[in-house]
């Protein structure tokens, strides 16, 4: 048994004015998204005064676009910088102007994370905002934005899985995709991992998130929200990882799984796990100092 893979136009739409022709991707509508739900999400809450230390929330509804601003410019050139330096440094050296051919693909979650992280810190301090508060506030509104882009990275078909022989395999269309190793038998079925980060990091980090917001008052203990989306994200990730495609750059015939740091062929950790484990260290950490502080 095997899915196959649903043949969607990358492109919603496109149309040409004179000699230029301009589309509407998935991709991109995933950002428009993504950046919506956070921006409408973060005004309704910062409206319940209720859920926040001394019933004072860290913004204004009327101050989120403001914010939103700082975030947008966070993601978009901390995700081109963060690709270019984790994941393509070498090519980038020699190719210095390709680095703005956004258009090419080449975006990095954690380069956006730590933009968005740059762009909260300079707001927050202009505006004089608890950075804790104002980081729980922006992390409940990120998993619908990685829920969006992973479900467009399916719908384009690409950073496909691993070979898999599970019955939930799918052939992927990209001719790189159907390249299995040469044992294998049949047509090469993929995890869909794009799903499986989808599910974890976004729908299911989320529904926790917002139970511990609304049901436990973590809005109430500064920085417990954004220590729990560190440490839900840094696990949900690098589990995953197990699953996803290694970058081409970084499989070799005696590191076919692509780790950076190898131990032997099957163990050893890829560049995404790297870059989780900051995250789920500072966490986990943190949970614990202020919990041990509150007591």
Not at 140 to 159: D, K, Q, V, Y
Not at 172 to 191: I, M, N, Q, Y
Not at 233 to 260: C, W
Request: proline share 5%; glycine share 10%.
């Amino acid at each position: 048994m095997r899915f196959d893979y649903p043949e969607i136009d990358p492109i919603i739409f496109s149309f040409s004015v004179g000699n230029l022709e301009l589309a509407l991707r998935w991709y991109a509508l995933s950002y428009i998204l993504g950046i919506l739900v956070a921006w409408k999400l973060m005004q309704n809450l910062s409206k319940y005064s209720s859920l926040w230390p001394n019933s004072l929330a860290p913004i204004q509804p009327s101050a989120v676009e403001d914010l939103m601003t700082y975030m947008i410019l966070g993601i978009i050139l901390g995700g081109r910088i963060g690709y270019v330096v984790f994941y393509q440094p070498g090519y980038y050296l020699y190719n210095p102007e390709d680095i703005l051919k956004v258009w090419n693909g080449g975006m990095s979650f954690h380069g956006g994370f730590l933009g968005v992280v740059f762009g909260a810190l300079l707001y927050g301090k202009k505006k004089k905002s608890n950075l804790l508060s104002l980081g729980d506030l922006i992390a409940i509104a990120s998993p619908p934005g990685l829920f969006f882009g992973r479900l467009a990275n399916f719908i384009n078909g690409e950073l496909w899985g691993k070979p898999t022989t599970s019955s939930w395999g799918i052939v992927f269309p990209a001719r790189d995709a159907k390249l299995c190793p040469s044992h294998w038998v049949g047509e090469c079925t993929r995890h869909p991992s794009q799903l499986y980060e989808a599910f974890s990091e976004g729908l299911l980090l989320w529904v926790v998130m917002l139970i511990c917001v609304f049901w436990f008052k973590s809005f109430k203990r500064r920085g417990e929200t954004m220590f729990i989306f560190l440490t839900g994200y840094g696990l949900s990730r690098a589990i995953i990882e197990i699953f996803r495609e290694p970058d081409a750059q970084f499989i070799s015939t005696a590191n076919p799984n692509g780790h950076l740091i190898f131990i032997s062929e099957t163990v050893g950790l890829s560049m995404g796990q790297i870059l989780c484990l900051p995250m789920i260290i500072i966490g986990i950490m943190s949970l614990l100092l202020t919990r041990f502080y509150r007591t």
